[in-house]
């Protein structure tokens, strides 16, 4: 178990390295991904094969009496480990962990490095030894992995290690756990992978929209967007003098938009993905029953310990789309249109109050999406020293919302009817999308929206129209198969040909009457002729 989780790890890192600069769908990732998942819940020989009972200490210790002295415990290895580690990575390199095997098991009765090197199945040699022993790198096998985790390296010291009975210290835990990591990283970098080209779309526009806001004034953003009503249009064009147009306009009441398409397009792109990532076996409990649940050590009662494929596909590409959403929103925000780093309030001061209300309508929808209408939650990974991503990203959210509301509330007057008209805006992307984004946030009937209620809330102009400008990719899964058809749809098809049929021989005999007529007109004529002659 120890050499396949070894290998398992070592596939993703050779196919990242090979994979720099070049664009790829990581499907490498989600097999193995799936692989194990697979190896963790439904391997039935695991459970027998990591027997505590059939441990080598507890063999060691019945046979040789007084041999399970020399065993050491996993908290022991791990202290040696954590020397090692010097960048708190994780990972140590190959000739550091026969460093730390030698160092942890000294005093023993076992050689560690030996020891690791037997499981591996690697040549021995007596300079390689040697080496080893004395602290000098031997790197000189090729077939030795360049790096190894605490877990790996607890399974490949099965031999010396004295493993609980259950428990995350086990050796089935120590399993789970390695086999954990593996499936969370298959599944966030193929779910980076998936997203690479909508989240490049997302950018350009949100860059485009930015850079527009902060350099036009608030009637060419209103015409760009197409929110100038006919008679301002009218207007513009009739009255001369420039300045007064501008201030005639800008004392009009204010006119909310739609949510701008690069958000509503990217959030369809994500489900699109998870629609044709996902088969109805994903939806499956991952455990068969309770009894297999508890030979396996996993508690029912812990929703994240049981998680199905499905929803660790969704819960990976949530993750993703809001970790990348927000990261865009605040490096775009805080940065000038050169691409220079700047003040975020200076960047909204630039931009005009219908811009504001736009980029507020689209954080705030983002926001209303992760946090709101999400019912399945997030992917969470299990290291402790990894930053909780979804409290990062809800932070600048929850920063980047309240800093654009303070900035429309004193660049406008009608802040509660901007409120209301921006959470009417955000029920018809809801109504009009629900097909799409109910598989990626789930149901939610409040917000549910009516035609009838397209028309202005208070006062608060704007179209109703919601559109997306990028093409949707077909969520078609499966070829629809061939049926056969109703029998009243064959008689239907038959009486056509009948009829078409009686149409053609009623056609052809009417011809052939007329060509006889026309035979029998000339064959009086004729004979009238002979007889007049005789």
Same mark, same amino acid.
């Given at each position: 178990?120890?050499?396949?989780?070894?290998?398992?790890?070592?596939?993703?890192?050779?196919?990242?390295?090979?994979?720099?600069?070049?664009?790829?769908?990581?499907?490498?990732?989600?097999?193995?991904?799936?692989?194990?998942?697979?190896?963790?819940?439904?391997?039935?020989?695991?459970? *027998? /094969? @990591?027997?505590?009972? %059939? #441990?080598? +200490? =507890?063999?060691? $210790?019945?046979? !040789?009496?007084?041999?399970?002295?020399?065993?050491?415990?996993?908290?022991?290895?791990?202290?040696?480990?954590?020397?090692?580690?010097?960048?708190?990575?994780?990972?140590?390199?190959?000739?550091?962990?026969?460093?730390?095997?030698?160092?942890?098991?000294?005093?023993?009765?076992?050689?560690?490095?030996?020891?690791?090197?037997? *499981? /591996? @199945?690697?040549?021995? %040699? #007596?300079? +390689? =030894?040697?080496? $080893?022993?004395? !602290?000098?790198?031997?790197?000189?096998?090729?077939?030795?992995?360049?790096?190894?985790?605490?877990?790996?390296?607890?399974?490949?010291?099965?031999?010396?290690?004295?493993?609980?009975?259950?428990?995350?210290?086990?050796?089935?835990?120590?399993?789970?756990?390695?086999?954990?990591?593996?499936?969370?990283?298959?599944?966030?970098?193929?779910?980076?992978?998936?997203? %690479?080209?909508?989240?490049?779309?997302?950018?350009?526009?949100?860059?485009?929209?930015?850079?527009?806001?902060?350099?036009?004034?608030?009637?060419?953003?209103?015409?760009?967007?197409?929110?100038?009503?006919?008679?301002?249009?009218?207007?513009?064009?009739?009255?001369?003098?420039?300045?007064?147009?501008?201030?005639?306009?800008?004392?009009?009441?204010?006119?909310?938009?739609?949510?701008?398409?690069?958000?509503?397009?990217?959030?369809?792109?994500?489900?699109?993905?998870?629609?044709?990532?996902?088969?109805?076996?994903?939806?499956?409990?991952?455990?068969?029953?309770?009894?297999?649940?508890?030979?396996?050590?996993?508690?029912?009662?812990?929703?994240?310990?049981?998680?199905?494929?499905?929803?660790?596909?969704?819960?990976?590409?949530?993750?993703?789309?809001?970790?990348?959403?927000?990261?865009?929103?605040?490096?775009?925000?805080?940065?000038?249109?050169?691409?220079?780093?700047?003040?975020?309030?200076?960047?909204?001061?630039?931009?005009?109050?219908?811009?504001?209300?736009?980029?507020?309508?689209?954080?705030?929808?983002?926001?209303?999406?992760?946090?709101?209408?999400?019912?399945?939650?997030?992917?969470?990974?299990?290291?402790?020293?990894?930053?909780?991503?979804?409290?990062?990203?809800?932070?600048?959210?929850?920063?980047?919302?309240?800093?654009?509301?303070?900035?429309?509330?004193?660049?406008?007057?009608?802040?509660?009817?901007?409120?209301?008209?921006?959470?009417?805006?955000?029920?018809?992307?809801?109504?009009?999308?629900?097909?799409?984004?109910?598989?990626?946030?789930?149901?939610?009937?409040?917000?549910?929206?009516?035609?009838?209620?397209?028309?202005?809330?208070?006062?608060?102009?704007?179209?109703?129209?919601?559109?997306?400008?990028?093409?949707?990719?077909?969520?078609?899964?499966?070829?629809?198969?061939?049926?056969?058809?109703?029998?009243?749809?064959?008689?239907?098809?038959?009486?056509?040909?009948?009829?078409?049929?009686?149409?053609?021989?009623?056609?052809?005999?009417?011809?052939?009457?007329?060509?006889?007529?026309?035979?029998?007109?000339?064959?009086?004529?004729?004979?009238?002729?002979?007889?007049?002659?005789?």
């Amino acid at each position: 178990m120890g050499r396949l989780l070894n290998e398992l790890r070592r596939m993703l890192v050779v196919a990242k390295h090979k994979s720099d600069g070049v664009a790829e769908d990581a499907t490498r990732e989600f097999i193995v991904g799936r692989l194990c998942h697979l190896l963790k819940f439904r391997l039935k020989s695991l459970p *027998t /094969l @990591l027997d505590p009972n %059939s #441990s080598p +200490a =507890v063999l060691a $210790a019945g046979l !040789g009496g007084g041999k399970s002295s020399g065993m050491i415990t996993l908290m022991e290895l791990r202290s040696s480990f954590d020397l090692a580690d010097d960048d708190d990575d994780g990972l140590i390199s190959f000739d550091e962990a026969m460093e730390a095997m030698e160092s942890a098991f000294s005093g023993t009765h076992f050689r560690g490095a030996e020891m690791v090197r037997d *499981t /591996l @199945l690697l040549s021995q %040699s #007596s300079s +390689a =030894v040697g080496t $080893a022993a004395s !602290g000098v790198p031997s790197g000189g096998n090729k077939s030795a992995p360049p790096n190894v985790t605490l877990s790996e390296l607890a399974l490949l010291s099965a031999r010396g290690l004295r493993h609980d009975s259950s428990g995350p210290e086990s050796a089935l835990g120590t399993v789970q756990t390695s086999l954990d990591k593996i499936v969370n990283r298959c599944f966030g970098e193929w779910a980076r992978a998936a997203l %690479s080209p909508s989240l490049k779309s997302f950018t350009t526009g949100l860059h485009k929209q930015i850079g527009v806001a902060s350099t036009v004034s608030d009637v060419e953003w209103r015409r760009l967007n197409g929110l100038i009503e006919k008679e301002d249009d009218i207007l513009l064009r009739e009255i001369h003098d420039t300045r007064n147009d501008n201030n005639n306009l800008s004392e009009k009441q204010t006119v909310v938009g739609q949510v701008s398409s690069h958000v509503v397009s990217y959030l369809l792109a994500v489900s699109a993905v998870l629609n044709r990532s996902v088969c109805p076996v994903d939806s499956l409990p991952p455990v068969p029953s309770p009894d297999y649940a508890e030979m396996l050590g996993i508690s029912l009662s812990e929703k994240r310990d049981i998680a199905n494929m499905q929803f660790i596909i969704r819960g990976s590409l949530l993750g993703e789309a809001l970790t990348s959403l927000s990261a865009s929103l605040q490096r775009e925000l805080a940065s000038d249109g050169d691409g220079g780093a700047t003040d975020q309030d200076e960047t909204l001061q630039k931009c005009s109050p219908s811009s504001l209300i736009q980029i507020l309508m689209d954080v705030q929808f983002i926001n209303r999406c992760f946090f709101e209408r999400n019912c399945h939650g997030f992917l969470l990974t299990a290291d402790a020293g990894e930053s909780d991503y979804v409290e990062d990203s809800r932070r600048i959210i929850d920063h980047l919302s309240e800093h654009l509301s303070q900035s429309v509330k004193l660049a406008t007057s009608d802040g509660s009817s901007i409120s209301s008209a921006i959470l009417e805006r955000h029920a018809q992307v809801f109504s009009s999308c629900d097909l799409f984004l109910s598989s990626l946030f789930g149901e939610d009937e409040s917000d549910t929206f009516s035609a009838s209620n397209s028309a202005s809330m208070n006062g608060v102009g704007g179209s109703s129209v919601v559109s997306s400008l990028n093409p949707l990719a077909s969520s078609r899964r499966f070829v629809l198969l061939p049926i056969q058809a109703e029998k009243s749809l064959t008689e239907l098809q038959l009486r056509g040909k009948y009829s078409k049929k009686n149409q053609e021989e009623k056609a052809s005999s009417t011809s052939a009457m007329s060509g006889n007529a026309l035979g029998t007109g000339f064959g009086f004529l004729s004979s009238m002729l002979s007889t007049k002659t005789r």
